[in-house]
């Protein structure tokens, strides 16, 4: 699936047909861009946001996970830039490897900048709004830049606010519905229709090792 977005991000989006825009409901005025958001056990929990913004995925590792309150302000600490296949892993980082312990796809879906600028110009200026059209994270948000490599997730006010904790309600693999102890003790990611094959899981991981420090 995220292949498929892929994809159709590298599409002109005149070259959309009418029937391909129907199929994709209301989200047939996106221009495809993933979001990823990775719940990661590593030396401490940590739920790592993702967008993708030309070819790869930028990152900030949100120790407390998104919240859907748009009064409470979530760290987002901004981490190296992941490649776009790393959307795709779910599994296990080997011992003695960086951020080594469980990775679990917590929600995945398209997202749109709500800037009409690209969303490189938003980061640059330290103020980008979205939509997300995930599985658990919908509608507006904003990553505000803070100080040195510290952001804020913030939900914005709007019908998809709420003071559900998210986090602690819908604990499961958008991928997979396994939570992150099962991943940690069922080990590699289960291959599922949609899902990463073996040879992609070995190249993520690759990937993992190649721009994690
Ligand atoms: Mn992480």
């Known amino acids: 699936m995220a292949a498929l977005r892929r994809g159709e991000s590298k599409r002109p989006t005149g070259a959309k047909s009418d029937a391909e825009g129907q199929s994709r409901g209301r989200f047939s005025s996106s221009p495809g861009l993933l979001f990823?958001?990775?719940?990661?056990?590593?030396?401490?929990?940590?739920?790592?946001?993702?967008?993708e913004e030309h070819g790869v995925l930028k990152s900030w590792a949100v120790p407390k996970g998104p919240s859907l309150d748009p009064v409470v302000?979530?760290?987002?600490?901004?981490?190296?830039?992941?490649?776009l296949e790393y959307a795709d892993f779910e599994g296990n980082i080997p011992e003695g490897q960086y951020g080594a312990g469980p990775v679990m796809v917590w929600d995945r879906?398209?997202?749109t900048p709500e800037s009409s600028d690209h969303a490189a110009a938003s980061l640059e200026n330290g103020e980008l709004k979205f939509v997300l059209h995930g599985k658990k994270l919908h509608g507006s948000w904003v990553l505000i830049h803070t100080r040195n490599n510290h952001w804020l997730l913030i939900k914005q006010p709007d019908a998809y606010a709420s003071s559900e904790d998210v986090t602690r309600l819908k604990p499961r693999s958008v991928l997979s519905g396994?939570?992150?102890?099962?991943?940690a003790t069922m080990g590699?990611?289960?291959?599922?229709?949609?899902?990463?094959?073996?040879?992609?899981?070995?190249q993520t991981k690759q990937a993992h090792q190649r721009r994690q420090k």
Request: neutral net charge.
């Open 109 to 111: 879906g398209p997202y």
């Open 188 to 202: 590699e990611a289960r291959r599922t229709s949609n899902g990463p094959g073996e040879g992609e899981d070995i």
């Open 36 to 51: 990823v958001v990775q719940k990661h056990q590593g030396r401490s929990l940590h739920y790592d946001f993702r967008l």
């Open 73 to 83: 302000k979530r760290l987002a600490v901004a981490v190296e830039d992941h490649p």
């Open 178 to 183: 396994r939570t992150l102890s099962e991943i």
